[in-house]
């Protein structure tokens, strides 16, 4: 074989003209900071290499994580790559964006020239100033040199004045025609901000590149991951029926609770999911994987001191639900509680690339609510209505905010954790306005015994409680009392001067169960006692 031969038989085979494929994005997979972008597409293509070519896709796709895929009539993808065209030319831009681009143009020009006018009066006011001065001085002179002349001394000081009136009047309402352009090109400047994406100043298509060995239809799919897209749990509760007032510690009506489960979608990709099929997941595939480094942690031997420095700090009783039968279950350590879980969306679904959020709904489910009124003086003066129910749900609760509804409307918003499936969890409905609390601290001057090196200071604590409706109430009071973690410092509580003899726990909390009548008060007292050791400092 010669070598003319050789090199014709190597050439590539000639490709034909791109031929574009309508392939829309049919599904999307959100994830915590990024979402997976499928596409399909189906057309009849001719025998041989053939030239794909998808318009109008996210530029800002990452190209390694491109894939294609293809079904029918003996085909196979040889490349797939994504190509990005710079959009320099106004027209080449967005109808919407290219509009208002236009009229923030214009609107600056036209800015500009009455700017413009405005410092040509100026200039005009300050020659007319200047010229009012030399005719005071002429009419002085005029007057020392006897030719006084009231009538052209009238004439040209009516001239002057009217010349500075309208340079003064036609100033104003320049000055009010350029704040009224500036605060409408502002809000039209808000406007390009919400619609600015990376579609905007870049377009970008995939080119496909196909093999087949028959004619025939075949069936395209592409896979993408696109970052600037992002979702988070956002919930709703609604309690449907009137609220019912608890009737001591067993009773009471349970109302029924509306929860829906939802996500609260952004994405800024430069391309709009139009009638997608979504799928929200918890998965972090930017979360490492390496341990971290450690460091080395040094000890050193000091001398005991001879007084002993103690703190008070807050701590939070960490619980996320209040379990299901008789267990409960402790906060996890991330929100879908260490499993990786996949929420698809019941029917199709819309976002725009307009970075603003979009709600879709999960799953929704129903369950009986017990209604009870909380109180805890030391953090706020009012009692809150809360509910417990149960997820009745057959899969937890993702950690997230909850939008409250009653049947007189929004009612405010609160949060939950996760919560699993058959977990109780609480809700707070806001204060109940008909009752009114009343919180009173006395703190003693250390008391120090003759024969002991104990130092006492007692606390009272004081609270009145009064309803001011025409409703009986039965309201769960909660208060604390310090707890000590070293010998040297003890926390006393005096049962017996104490209302109904109550005893802390071991978190040093105090409950009582109060039942007010219509227009009813109460009182309760909390006696207790801080002892030290007299080398203690900081309590």
């Known amino acids: 074989m010669s070598s003319e031969q050789t090199l014709a038989t190597a050439q590539p085979p000639v490709l034909s003209p791109v031929q574009p494929c309508a392939a829309p994005v049919a599904e999307v997979t959100v994830l915590e900071d990024r979402a997976h972008v499928t596409r399909r597409g189906r057309m009849t293509l001719a ?3 053939q030239r794909i070519w998808i318009a109008d896709v996210a530029p800002v796709i990452s190209d390694r994580t491109l894939s294609a895929t293809v079904d029918g009539a003996g085909a196979q993808v040889i490349d797939a790559r994504v190509k990005r065209v710079r959009r320099a030319r106004l027209e080449d831009r967005p109808e919407q964006i290219r509009e208002l681009e236009q009229k923030i143009e214009a609107q600056r020009a036209e800015i500009a020239e009455k700017e413009k006018r405005i410092q040509t009066l100026i200039e005009a006011q300050k020659q007319l100033a200047a010229m009012v001065v030399q005719t005071l001085k002429e009419f002085s002179e005029d007057a020392s040199w006897g030719r006084a002349s009231r009538e052209i001394w009238k004439h040209q000081s009516q001239t002057l004045s009217a010349q500075e009136l309208a340079l003064n009047s036609e100033r104003r ?5 350029v704040e009224e352009m500036r605060e409408s090109l502002h809000h039209i400047e808000q406007r390009l901000q919400t619609l600015l994406n990376p579609s905007s100043d870049c377009a970008a298509g995939i080119e496909v590149l196909l093999h087949l060995a028959t004619p025939g239809e075949i069936n395209l799919r592409v896979d993408y991951i696109v970052p600037a897209a992002c979702w988070r749990p956002w919930h709703t509760a609604r309690l449907q029926s009137p609220l019912p007032l608890r ?5 009471g009506v349970h109302p ?7 996500g609260c979608v952004w994405q800024n990709t430069g391309e709009d999911w139009t009638d997608v099929q979504l799928s929200l997941s918890t998965q972090r595939p930017s979360l490492g994987t390496e341990p971290p480094l450690l460091s080395s942690d040094l000890l050193f031997v000091q001398k005991k001191r001879p007084v002993t420095n103690v703190s008070i700090r807050e701590e939070e009783v960490h619980d996320a639900g209040l379990g299901g039968g008789g ?15 996949t929420l698809k969306v019941s029917h199709k679904t819309t976002v725009p690339s307009d970075g603003r959020p979009w709600r879709v709904d999960l799953f929704t489910f129903e369950a009986p609510a017990a209604i009870e009124h909380i109180c805890a003086p030391e953090l706020q003066n009012a009692v809150i209505i809360r509910s417990t129910q149960a997820n009745a749900a057959p899969q937890p609760l993702l950690a997230g905010p909850v939008d409250l509804i009653r049947d007189s409307g929004y009612a405010g918003r609160t949060s939950v954790l996760f919560i699993a499936p058959g977990e109780k969890f609480e809700l707070g409905w806001g204060p109940d306005s008909e009752i009114r609390i009343h919180r009173v601290v006395t703190v003693h001057d250390e008391e120090k015994s003759m024969i002991s090196t104990w130092l006492t200071r007692n606390h009272h604590v004081e609270l009145r409680i009064s309803n001011i409706g025409a409703s009986p109430r039965s309201i769960e009071v909660t208060e604390r009392v310090p707890v000590s973690e070293i010998d040297r410092v003890q926390i006393v509580v005096d049962e017996k001067k104490t209302s109904g003899q109550k005893k802390p726990d071991a978190d040093g909390f105090i409950k009582w169960t109060v039942a007010l009548k219509p227009h009813g008060r109460e009182k309760l007292d909390l006696y207790y006692a801080i002892r030290k050791k007299s080398d203690v400092q900081g309590v």
């Not at 309402?173 to 025609?177: G, V």
């Not at 009737?247 to 009773?251: C, D, I």
């Not at 029924?256 to 939802?262: I, R, V």
């Open 256 to 262: 029924l609770l509306t929860f829906e489960c939802g």
């Open 173 to 177: 309402s320049l000055n009010f025609d």
């Open 247 to 251: 009737e001591g510690a067993g009773g």
């Open 47 to 49: 025998a041989g290499s």
């Open 327 to 341: 267990t409960s279950s402790t906060l996890p350590g991330v929100d879908d509680g260490g499993v990786v879980r």
